[in-house]
């Protein structure tokens, strides 16, 4: 299948440089810089429509998508990268308004718990 990108990623940091897609097939990719690496494959069953935006977390293994669907989604890069590609955590924050924007780039807001991911969103409803 292919891969319409509608949205973009922050690309990951050294030694695995990844970078992330959004699609309307409903799924995100993540892509490796170098083409020889093995592709990743397709983070899949999180969105019932199309993904409209990606974003990496501050700890680059962490990406979370939002979707035409009014889901937002978590998804574990090196689970991804081995072959399990379904998400971490997905959820609807209150109305079924697309989620247009996603920034999981914020530092975590505990000290006790590194691998919490805080996300801001935009969406239709405003």
Do not use: K, Q
């Not at 990719?29 to 990743?40: E, F, N, T, Y």
């Not at 199309?50 to 962490?62: E, H, I, K, M, Q």
């Not at 978590?74 to 989620?99: E, T």
């Amino acid at each position: 299948s292919s891969s319409s990108s509608s949205s973009s990623g922050i690309p990951r940091t050294a030694p695995e440089m990844l970078a992330a897609t959004g699609s309307f097939d409903r799924t995100a990719r993540l892509w490796h810089a170098s083409r020889a690496a093995r592709p990743v494959p397709p983070l899949a069953n999180g969105h019932g429509d199309y993904v409209l935006c990606v974003s990496f977390g501050p700890d680059a293994r962490t990406l979370v998508t939002g979707g035409a669907d009014g889901r937002i989604c978590v998804w574990d890069c090196d689970d991804a990268a081995a072959g399990n590609p379904a998400p971490a955590a997905c959820l609807r924050p209150g109305s079924n308004a697309a989620v247009r924007s996603v920034d999981a780039s914020l530092p975590t807001p505990s000290e006790d718990e590194p691998g919490d991911v805080l996300s801001m969103t935009g969406g239709e409803d405003g």
